[in-house]
């Protein structure tokens, strides 16, 4: 018989030992934690690299400049309360890290990272390996990373919709008043995310109530609900009561930006909602496509009915049909349908994985069919290339060289392919779909690692429309250093440090992102573009619109520059010449563009990029070029 052990109120050594002193057990570690810190790190880095490498857009450089002036004191337009939680919290980040283009997209980044443990906690209801696959396309979707690089809604509307999903579905389990009021703090940060948040927020309900099955939520957590929500929505909308009169700009503003900018608009580009899907997300897709499938065939065999499915591409179809009716398009609207079609596809991801007998695949056999595969696929493209292109004049020489790739190399790497893959009827096809999702993601993860890296050479990528060109960033720089050079004495109460003593003045139909960029500046002026700046007291350096050249009485003795300024959706896009798309599906020799255009977005209709004009005086350019300035445009 055991004998209780006796307190004596004495903790022994062991007992005190801190936590950094207690031996951790790799045996405690499985591979789905490995799996979750590798996708960790691979998200981080996809979002990390570059980050700052494109100067910020307009309407990045807007809520820069309305949190700048929250921090300082100042007022805010009430225009920007259609969206008061990114103002907020890239206020907040101003005021604790300082002010630059990281620090603004700081808060976008934190959003995307920690979309991927809210992630971890759906697992709970999705299932770990469902909620690890989506981590996993989440880390490379080349839309979850846009929306984790620009500061703009897109990434607190992910995070804010997993949130209210997460803890909805903790409330109606375990009928919680915490997640109840978390699921209200989450309602309300939808909203307040992005006006579109007012469509995402019923469509995140409905997914809720499916996902649900028969659970309802108890009357009395209803109060924490309510409170949640209304006490988030007054304390970011006032901006911690700072101010008061952001309440009501909050639903006035986000209520008519709503119908500005979408309902105004329905119907306008109605295609760009599948465009964007097809371009960015073809694995998310395909796998999506699988996961009905798989479904679909688990009910064919009257298997237990599951709702997880069926609620996710409710919320998927929801989604899209909203997110191509909706006009305005842009980042947040397409999050509507990627979101759920990324969490479908994760469920894909996992059935195709679960179809695979791993124990057969590490056979001499298996390992064969790992290899043959992949080389009778590069052997096909080799044939049908050379089945495209034109025989040229050296006709012998084009039919030796058809005959050794597609009868000598391609056609018994296929038989071998099939004769193998024969005698293992349940994984081979799993694995030719498995190494057809792992192409797709190398396309997806090189379009995703690209956003920020090149726009005006990839013109057909939608999701960098409206960005900045580098030759802003070039500008900003040029123009800064020139103002160190020659004002770096002229220091006073409006510029105590120097160095920004130039004077600016700056097209106000393009005011951004330069007023953001030249905010240090005391004569920063933003002239309308009726305005004209008398030829005795003109301005240093002058940005304008390449249509508004009214505003300086004359251009004598100045520099004058085109640069571009933003780049434009492309009109294949935009406008698609829909008889020559739909006649590429039948056509063999045109069945090579859409993978070409995976990897390399080029389009047949570019648009140009919108400009500006760059007038320097000749003080300016002298000390710029020296005394033989290359010639103006």
Not at 116 to 141: E, N
Not at 501 to 524: C, E, H, K
Request: include cysteine.
């Amino acid at each position: 018989m055991e004998h209780a052990e006796s307190f004596d109120g004495h903790m022994n050594e062991r007992e005190f030992a801190s936590v950094l002193d207690r031996p951790v057990s790799l045996a405690s570690l499985s591979w789905f934690s490995a799996g979750w810190v590798a996708i960790a790190v691979v998200a981080f880095l996809m979002r990390v690299t570059n980050f700052s490498a494109l100067p910020l857009s307009f309407s990045e450089a807007s809520l820069a400049s309305n949190a700048l002036s929250i921090v300082q004191g100042g007022t805010i337009p009430s225009a920007a309360g259609q969206a008061p939680l990114p103002t907020v919290l890239t206020a907040l980040a101003l005021f604790l890290f300082g002010s630059s283009d990281g620090i603004v997209r700081i808060v976008p980044l934190l959003a995307g990272l920690g979309s991927i443990a809210l992630i971890w906690w759906l697992g709970r209801w999705i299932g770990r390996g469902p909620a690890l696959a989506t981590a996993a396309l989440v880390a490379i979707s080349p839309t979850f990373v846009q929306a984790s690089r620009n500061a703009s809604a897109g990434g607190l509307l992910i995070f804010s919709s997993l949130l209210t999903l997460a803890a909805g579905l903790t409330w109606l389990e375990r009928d919680s008043r915490g997640a109840a009021a978390v699921f209200g703090i989450g309602a309300a940060l939808i909203v307040m995310s992005d006006p579109i948040g007012w469509i995402a927020l019923p469509i995140v309900v409905i997914a809720l109530l499916i996902l649900s099955g028969k659970r309802t939520a108890p009357s009395r957590s209803l109060v924490p609900f309510a409170l949640g929500a209304l006490v988030t929505v007054v304390i970011v909308s006032t901006s911690l009561f700072v101010h008061p009169s952001g309440f009501s700009d909050f639903f006035r503003q986000s209520l008519r930006a709503l119908w500005d900018q979408h309902l105004s608009n329905a119907g306008e580009e109605w295609h760009l909602a599948f465009f964007q899907l097809t371009i960015d997300e073809t694995l998310a897709l395909g796998l999506a496509i699988l996961a009905v499938i798989f479904a679909w065939r688990a009910r064919a065999d009257d298997r237990p009915r599951d709702l997880l499915v069926p609620g996710l591409l409710a919320w998927t179809v929801l989604g899209l049909i909203c997110g191509s009716i909706l006009g305005g398009k842009n980042v947040p609207l397409y999050t509507l349908t990627v979101l759920p079609l990324t969490l479908l596809a994760g469920v894909g991801l996992d059935t195709l994985l679960q179809h695979i007998r791993w124990s057969d695949v590490i056979t001499p056999r298996g390992l064969l069919f790992i290899i043959a595969v992949p080389i009778t696929f590069f052997a096909a493209l080799s044939t049908y290339g050379l089945l495209s292109s034109d025989i040229g004049t050296d006709a012998a020489a084009w039919i030796f060289t058809f005959i050794l790739v597609a009868i000598v190399i391609f056609a018994p790497l296929l038989a071998l392919s099939i004769w193998i893959g024969r005698s293992m009827p349940v994984q081979a096809w799993a694995l030719v779909a498995l190494f057809v999702a792992l192409l797709l993601a190398g396309t997806g993860l090189r379009a995703a690692a690209l956003l920020q890296s090149q726009t005006i050479s990839r013109p057909g990528e939608p999701l960098t429309a409206g960005d900045s060109t580098p030759a802003v960033g070039t500008t900003v720089q040029q123009i800064r250093a020139v103002s160190r050079d020659m004002t770096t004495f002229s220091q006073d109460a409006r510029d105590p440090t120097g160095g920004h003593g130039l004077s600016v003045a700056v097209d106000s139909t393009i005011a951004q992102p330069f007023a953001w960029y030249f905010r240090d500046f005391p004569v920063l002026q933003i002239v309308k573009p009726n305005e004209q700046y008398p030829a005795s007291n003109e301005p240093q350096v002058v940005i304008m619109r390449p249509d508004h050249p009214t505003i300086l009485a004359s251009t004598d003795g100045r520099l004058q520059r085109t640069m571009t300024l933003s780049t434009v959706r492309a009109g294949t896009l935009s406008n698609p010449d829909w008889g020559s798309l739909l006649s590429s599906v039948i056509h063999p020799d045109r069945w090579e563009r859409f993978p070409h255009f995976l990897v390399d977005r080029s389009v047949t209709r570019p648009s140009a990029p919108t400009n500006f004009v760059l007038s320097l005086r000749q003080d300016v350019v002298t000390q710029l070029y020296g005394t033989t300035p290359p010639a103006g445009n």
